[in-house]
């Protein structure tokens, strides 16, 4: 039997480790992970590789239940060392890349970590911590010449230990650990919008669970390509973007640079992929840069796009556009981390073009509910159904909008988190449910729809219920807008908007900076007065200011609203 006619989803592995020894099995000489445009490693050289990356860590003192450390960019390299670490039945614990040197600190020391894996780009981070580290291994070969740190480039160390150990390996004479299904294999720190980071426990089968049920909503050949331009230490990237593709025998092209237009359209032209993985922004972007000044640049398309069947001929025809800019043989871009704005999600379904919304959250490896690809009865507006082996109930539904909180339960949901058990038992109902904190409902469909953070509710004087994400999508449609953040304050809605500054000096070009200033200012309350006509009257504006510079966010690009309040904002 032809390896590329085996079926698409083997059978459910118990723990990473298993995942990984059948897809090698089964896919040896497929190229499987690497940088993109350059070659790829088979499944046969990545798995060796592991295999020798974990019997180096070993003899370097690494055992069982230990944590490492993975800071850095995406890359092979970083794939190696986690699953070499778990192979150890020992912890990973990646760190998201732009975390700052304080967050650094803190995780590594309640981690305990002595051994880290880490690229040149976050080498400072760690200069003062460098007692408590007894092994450094530089991902991406870097060679620290100051004398500052001591460390070990990543081909040294494999080299080391492909010289010491490959002989063994031939042999089948290097072996590692049982490692159980239930056994812890990562921590993970949220980068959530409500609050400090808390570290999740995840074990081999929350992961596995969580990948397969993925990998059975989208059917894909062996070969398929996964562009990867999401930080792989955050699970969704993680799951979906590496987990998934191994149980496809796909090959994983990593951006190595991060994902502008410019990038995107190079690398894809070069690397077709089947499948990428974004945030909202990406395409929130491409639909305000590319998308709209194609129609409203052009009279004839703008009147088209005031019907229906017209705005669904433009859109296709701009959608076909879209497909090649991604390369021409995209089956799926899943879309998640973030809600979409609805607009942009109409023009996506009226283009025909391949989307998937997905929902989920760190806590549960992190798919609740997405697609399966192909369905015509996913609605708009809808992040579509819980995978399977999920369940998803709403509790204490609204009696008129049906809107309560998502609850979670399944294989994939978190042992808890670490050394907190009053956080960890916050977060489970009394019968073992996991409380998301996100509000929604589920429709005659089974579609799940998502309306936003429970703490990000605003309750007017008058009891009414604000869902802001609902009026910022509005806002962010208008081509000065860059991001915005909706607040109440002292008991009137208003808005904080970062404005595209680009935009503005080609729209002010030769003008004074008060002549600006005053076309800022109208501008704004143009689009209040806009907004407010698309609002009920509970939800209106009372008025939209400029902030000078964006919101923080967190690694899916969500705005940390905990830090800002109407006591923390200016003005």
């Given at each position: 039997?032809?390896?590329?006619?085996?079926?698409?989803?083997?059978?459910?592995?118990?723990?990473?480790?298993?995942?990984?020894?059948?897809?090698?099995g089964r896919f040896a000489d497929h190229a499987a992970i690497g940088m993109a445009l350059e070659n790829s490693l088979?499944?046969?050289?990545?798995?060796?590789?592991?295999?020798?990356?974990?019997?180096?860590?070993?003899?370097?003192?690494?055992?069982?239940?230990?944590?490492?450390?993975?800071?850095?960019?995406?890359?092979?390299?970083?794939?190696?060392?986690?699953?070499?670490?778990?192979?150890?039945?020992?912890?990973?614990?990646?760190?998201?890349?732009?975390?700052?040197?304080?967050?650094?600190?803190?995780?590594?020391?309640?981690?305990?970590?002595?051994?880290?894996?880490?690229?040149?780009?976050q080498i400072d981070k760690i200069y003062d911590i460098k007692k408590m580290l007894t092994t450094v291994v530089t991902?991406?070969?870097?060679?620290?010449?100051?004398?500052?740190?001591?460390?070990?480039?990543?081909?040294?160390?494999?080299?080391?230990?492909?010289?010491?150990?490959?002989?063994?390996?031939?042999?089948?004479?290097?072996?590692?650990?049982?490692?159980?299904?239930?056994?812890?294999?990562?921590?993970?720190?949220?980068?959530?919008?409500?609050?400090?980071?808390?570290?999740?426990?995840?074990?081999?089968?929350?992961?596995?669970?969580?990948?397969?049920?993925?990998?059975?909503?989208?059917?894909?050949?062996?070969?398929?390509?996964?562009?990867?331009?999401?930080?792989?230490?955050?699970?969704?990237?993680?799951?979906?973007?590496?987990?998934?593709?191994?149980?496809?025998?796909?090959?994983?092209?990593?951006?190595?640079?991060?994902?502008?237009?410019?990038?995107?359209?190079?690398?894809?032209?070069?690397?077709?992929?089947?499948?990428?993985?974004?945030?909202?922004?990406?395409?929130?972007?491409?639909?305000?840069?590319?998308?709209?000044?194609?129609?409203?640049?052009?009279?004839?398309?703008?009147?088209?796009?005031?019907?229906?069947?017209?705005?669904?001929?433009?859109?296709?025809?701009?959608?076909?556009?879209?497909?090649?800019?991604?390369?021409?043989?995209?089956?799926?871009?899943?879309?998640?981390?973030?809600?979409?704005?609805?607009?942009?999600?109409?023009?996506?379904?009226?283009?025909?073009?391949?989307?998937?919304?997905?929902?989920?959250?760190?806590?549960?490896?992190?798919?609740?509910?997405?697609?399966?690809?192909?369905?015509?009865?996913?609605?708009?507006?809808?992040?579509?159904?819980?995978?399977?082996?999920?369940?998803?109930?709403?509790?204490?539904?609204?009696?008129?909008?049906?809107?309560?909180?998502?609850?979670?339960?399944?294989?994939?949901?978190?042992?808890?988190?670490?050394?907190?058990?009053?956080?960890?038992?916050?977060?489970?109902?009394?019968?073992?449910?996991?409380?998301?904190?996100?509000?929604?409902?589920?429709?005659?469909?089974?579609?799940?729809?998502?309306?936003?953070?429970?703490?990000?509710?605003?309750?007017?004087?008058?009891?009414?219920?604000?869902?802001?994400?609902?009026?910022?999508?509005?806002?962010?449609?208008?081509?000065?807008?860059?991001?915005?953040?909706?607040?109440?304050?002292?008991?009137?809605?208003?808005?904080?908007?970062?404005?595209?500054?680009?935009?503005?000096?080609?729209?002010?070009?030769?003008?004074?900076?008060?002549?600006?200033?005053?076309?800022?200012?109208?501008?704004?309350?143009?689009?209040?007065?806009?907004?407010?006509?698309?609002?009920?009257?509970?939800?209106?504006?009372?008025?939209?200011?400029?902030?000078?510079?964006?919101?923080?966010?967190?690694?899916?690009?969500?705005?940390?609203?905990?830090?800002?309040?109407?006591?923390?904002?200016?003005?």
């Amino acid at each position: 039997m032809n390896e590329s006619n085996l079926p698409a989803v083997q059978h459910q592995a118990a723990n990473l480790n298993q995942l990984i020894d059948e897809s090698a099995g089964r896919f040896a000489d497929h190229a499987a992970i690497g940088m993109a445009l350059e070659n790829s490693l088979t499944y046969a050289e990545f798995h060796e590789r592991i295999f020798l990356l974990a019997a180096g860590l070993r003899e370097s003192g690494v055992k069982q239940g230990d944590r490492v450390a993975l800071l850095g960019e995406n890359s092979h390299n970083w794939c190696t060392a986690y699953m070499a670490v778990v192979r150890l039945g020992a912890v990973a614990v990646p760190i998201l890349p732009d975390l700052p040197e304080a967050d650094v600190h803190h995780i590594l020391t309640e981690m305990e970590c002595d051994c880290i894996f880490l690229t040149q780009r976050q080498i400072d981070k760690i200069y003062d911590i460098k007692k408590m580290l007894t092994t450094v291994v530089t991902l991406d070969d870097y060679v620290e010449d100051a004398g500052l740190l001591e460390v070990r480039t990543f081909s040294e160390y494999l080299a080391e230990a492909g010289n010491r150990f490959s002989q063994d390996l031939k042999k089948g004479l290097l072996e590692f650990p049982e490692v159980d299904s239930d056994d812890l294999a990562s921590i993970l720190y949220t980068s959530g919008t409500s609050g400090f980071s808390k570290a999740v426990m995840l074990s081999h089968s929350n992961l596995c669970a969580n990948a397969f049920s993925t990998a059975s909503v989208i059917v894909l050949a062996p070969g398929a390509v996964f562009l990867s331009v999401l930080p792989v230490a955050h699970t969704y990237e993680f799951t979906v973007g590496f987990l998934m593709p191994l149980i496809k025998g796909g090959r994983i092209a990593y951006a190595g640079k991060a994902p502008t237009p410019a990038v995107l359209q190079k690398l894809c032209a070069a690397e077709r992929p089947h499948v990428m993985l974004v945030v909202p922004l990406v395409m929130e972007k491409i639909y305000k840069k590319r998308v709209l000044p194609t129609i409203e640049k052009n009279r004839m398309l703008s009147l088209l796009c005031r019907c229906g069947v017209g705005r669904r001929l433009i859109h296709r025809k701009i959608g076909k556009k879209l497909e090649q800019f991604f390369g021409g043989r995209l089956e799926v871009m899943g879309i998640g981390g973030a809600a979409l704005n609805p607009e942009v999600e109409s023009f996506l379904r009226d283009a025909g073009f391949p989307y998937l919304i997905g929902y989920g959250m760190t806590e549960s490896a992190p798919l609740i509910a997405g697609g399966p690809k192909g369905d015509s009865s996913i609605r708009l507006g809808s992040t579509g159904r819980p995978v399977p082996r999920v369940k998803v109930r709403i509790v204490e539904p609204d009696s008129r909008t049906g809107i309560g909180e998502i609850q979670v339960q399944g294989p994939n949901v978190m042992q808890g988190y670490w050394n907190d058990p009053e956080a960890t038992a916050a977060t489970f109902t009394d019968d073992g449910w996991l409380k998301t904190g996100d509000l929604g409902f589920i429709d005659d469909r089974e579609n799940l729809h998502v309306r936003g953070r429970s703490k990000s509710v605003i309750v007017l004087a008058n009891g009414e219920n604000v869902y802001p994400e609902v009026i910022e999508h509005k806002l962010n449609r208008y081509p000065l807008v860059v991001e915005s953040l909706v607040t109440e304050n002292r008991g009137m809605l208003e808005a904080w908007v970062y404005p595209d500054y680009e935009f503005i000096d080609e729209k002010t070009s030769g003008q004074s900076r008060q002549q600006r200033h005053i076309y800022i200012t109208s501008q704004l309350e143009q689009i209040r007065t806009e907004v407010n006509e698309q609002l009920p009257s509970t939800s209106r504006l009372s008025r939209i200011l400029e902030r000078r510079e964006p919101f923080i966010k967190t690694a899916t690009h969500k705005i940390k609203r905990y830090l800002y309040t109407a006591e923390t904002m200016p003005g």
